[in-house]
């Protein structure tokens, strides 16, 4: 199961400035508000042609992140149809709707996520791919059934470091979910997720990681100041220009550890 060294009292600090209370608790009310918004209207939405469904989603799934006080940018673009493999650094829970307003995709999490309150019924509404992390016998399987959804022309987001990282350093690309695009014959999209304060001080704020609770980290995100979240979007990797998976999880990850940089240490 792979883990990061970071934890909440190491690694993540405090927001910068921090906004008075009572400015916090209405942005977590809005943003709780628009969560169950979106719960409640997930019915009505899967009825709607894909063109109309994507738009929705892309729009509520910024209204989160808006409103729990963040800004975002956005630089590079996803192909809008088709099979695709997006892959990401993992920081945040907020990492899932800033990727989703790129392009609406089915979310591969660990089936601990099912259980979570509100957040696992809106998981399991949207059609993620819950993985057993204790089972690896599971995991060929799982690489199977996210091939079946690339060829079917969906789109997957996998975070393949396997757990959060504060955002100072990053994990190694783990590399069976890139065998997935190889079986399918889409494209990889690489995405690197970054949080900085908008003087461009980069933050571990929306950290979510080791054991830190969910409650305690919406509560740090909706108290901080001018949060911005940046998402960068490389070009897209096709399939057949990497022999195996493992040079396709090098070329996603950009990372020089083919020239010998040790994993897990990269800025």
């Known amino acids: 199961m792979p883990g990061a060294p970071c934890s909440p009292r190491g690694c993540v600090e405090s927001a910068r400035p921090w906004t008075g209370v009572p400015r916090s608790?209405?942005?977590?009310?809005?943003?709780l508000s628009v969560v169950l918004v979106g719960v409640l209207l997930t019915p009505l939405v899967g009825r709607l042609r894909a063109a109309r469904r994507d738009r929705w989603i892309r729009r509520w799934c910024l209204a989160v992140v808006r409103a729990a006080g963040v800004r975002t940018r956005i630089t590079g673009a996803a192909p809008p149809t088709g099979g695709l493999l997006i892959v990401a650094n993992h920081i945040s829970w907020l990492d899932i709707p800033l990727l989703a307003?790129?392009?609406p995709a089915r979310m591969l999490a660990k089936t601990e996520v099912r259980g979570w309150p509100v957040v696992g019924a809106v998981a399991a509404r949207g059609g993620t791919l819950f993985i057993d992390r204790d089972r690896l016998r599971a995991l060929p399987g799982t690489v199977e059934r996210i091939a079946g959804v690339l060829r079917g022309g969906a789109a997957v987001v996998v975070f393949p470091e396997g757990s959060t990282w504060c955002g100072r350093a990053q994990g190694r690309y783990r590399r069976a979910v890139f065998q997935a695009a190889l079986d399918a014959?889409?494209?990889?999209?690489?995405?690197?997720?970054?949080?900085?304060?908008?003087?461009g001080t980069?933050?571990?704020?929306?950290?979510?990681?080791?054991?830190?609770?969910?409650?305690?980290?919406?509560?740090?995100?909706?108290?901080?100041?001018?949060?911005?979240?940046?998402?960068?979007?490389?070009?897209?990797?096709?399939?057949?220009?990497?022999?195996?998976?493992?040079?396709?999880?090098?070329?996603?990850?950009?990372?020089?550890r083919a020239a010998g940089a040790p994993p897990g240490t990269h800025p």
């Open 25 to 31: 608790a209405l942005r977590l009310g809005a943003l």
């Open 101 to 103: 307003a790129v392009r």
């Open 185 to 199: 014959g889409t494209p990889v999209q690489p995405v690197r997720v970054r949080y900085r304060f908008a003087d």
């Open 202 to 256: 980069a933050s571990t704020t929306p950290a979510f990681v080791g054991e830190d609770a969910l409650l305690t980290s919406l509560w740090r995100v909706v108290s901080a100041r001018a949060l911005v979240a940046e998402i960068d979007l490389s070009p897209t990797l096709a399939p057949d220009g990497h022999p195996d998976r493992r040079t396709l999880a090098a070329a996603a990850q950009g990372t020089p």
